[in-house]
């Protein structure tokens, strides 16, 4: 099916029944489905959207478009969950029906008030010429999880000087007043992000530019976050088009972080003496959500896939998933990201692994499973490499080298290929001659890695054959390995 514009704006009550149970079929029968994350029903997922805690329970929303695995008429999915690790569908809950969002609900954020959930987000509209309209849209939910969307914009325009690129809402409260971060793009195509103020939720006052001690943050700023994290206020956002010369990257669009000393929404200052970093060194990370739970921690959800992609799972009429539900942490002025500790709910049958290798030995795990988790302490010389979903020739490779003080993910000869125009190896530095830890999430298609307690992560999709699940540990020298393998339980 070749998907014109025309179809991905069909209007979602025009598709009939047959189209849906076909799409549901095709999807049921896709190789490469989840066991543990979230993952769509139908069609794409992608940003996480309204991550919050109300009416004691979690609730995370998506974009999603439900037809097909493209970017078309966008509506926000909700789920809610007591643990952040088994989550209810609870549907589609934001549809694209009014003059102000008739072209997608795009991304946004909640925040509890009082007995309510405030909702913002941006509704997208189409002229007959195709010219945008960004609209910043409120929307409240009971406690019985009805939302109703308000009548009027909260915000009916961007500023002058502003291009319609103008979205993903996040809203924060502060000293008594609401802010609202919104990523923007200058008319001289420069990505920034746009403080709002308001004391009833109603009037919004645009304050400025948030002022950021970098310049230069590509031509737009998707997705921003300000959350606390450890006292500081950290800035989470994907600057579209940002210069290699500021921070290398490799995937489409990166997903960047700034650790910052002081952040005021009044005179829209971040000031940071800190260097701006990938938040996941991997393949597929955008759009991180984070918000700071009333239980103290802060929390990010992560869409694990870029856009302007195409993924193998496409074919079977989806694409895309969330992150596990991670907490981040400052240690040493850097910030660390680990799945929440609710995460070990979900493990099974465990097997110690304790050992040395030396060139002519070889660790070998073949349980026969796509759903586990790895954690493994690895200390030696010389370079190592660990295969997962492997079959003996193709694998997903984490190759490191105790001496040059690096570690490769190499994707080359993972299975099926894609993207490959981004590079099939991403490479990140780790301690020299240093133990090194290696905590890893496996879920069939997807796999989370985290190094050495969350210092760094590489987030990356994979789609092996049903031959791959061996996981094979070997080097060139000597290496001593210590650890666990949990095979996991599915939430799906
Ligand atoms: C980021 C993004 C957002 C937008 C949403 C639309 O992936 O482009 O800027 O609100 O997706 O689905």
Known sequence: MEWNRAL?????????????????????????????????ESGLLNDPNGFSFFNDEWHLFYQNYPMGPVHGLKCWYHLSSKDLIHWKGKGLAILPDTEYDSHGCYSGSAIPVEDRLFIMYTGNVRDKNWNRFSYQLGAWMDKKGRISKLKTPLIAKQPENYTDHFRDPQIIRYHNSYYALIGAQTKQKEGNILVYQSKDLKNWEFNGPLELPLKNLGYMIECPNIVWVDQKPVLIFCPQGLD????????????????????????????????????????????????????????????????????????????????????????????????VKETESLRGRKIELDGVLTEQTQLILNQNETAYELEIILKGNGEGKLQLASD?????????????????????????PFAQQYGTSRTVQIPKNTPLNLHIFMDASVVEIFLNHGHDVLTSRLFPSKKQTKIFLETNHHLAYNGNYWSLHSIN
């Open 244 to 339: 290699q010369n500021i921070l290398h990257y490799q995937n489409i669009y990166p997903n960047t972080y700034l650790i910052g000393d002081t952040f005021d929404p009044e005179k829209n200052r971040f000031e940071s003496k800190y260097l701006l970093h990938n938040l996941d060194e991997g393949f597929d990370i955008y759009a991180t959500q984070a918000f700071n739970a009333p239980d103290g921690r802060t929390l990010a959800v992560s869409w694990i896939g870029l856009p302007e992609i195409d993924y193998p799972t496409d074919q079977y009429g989806w694409a895309h998933c969330l992150s596990l539900i991670k907490e981040l942490k400052i240690q040493d002025g850097h910030l660390y990201q680990f799945p």
């Open 8 to 40: 991905r704006y069909k209007n979602l009550n025009e598709w009939s029944e047959e189209e849906k149970k076909h799409l549901l079929l095709q999807i049921e029968n896709s190789p490469w489905r989840l066991h543990y994350h979230i993952q769509p």
């Open 392 to 416: 003996g020739h193709q694998a997903l490779n984490l190759i490191f080298n105790f001496a040059d003080g690096t570690l490769v993910l190499d994707r080359s000869h993972a299975g099926i």
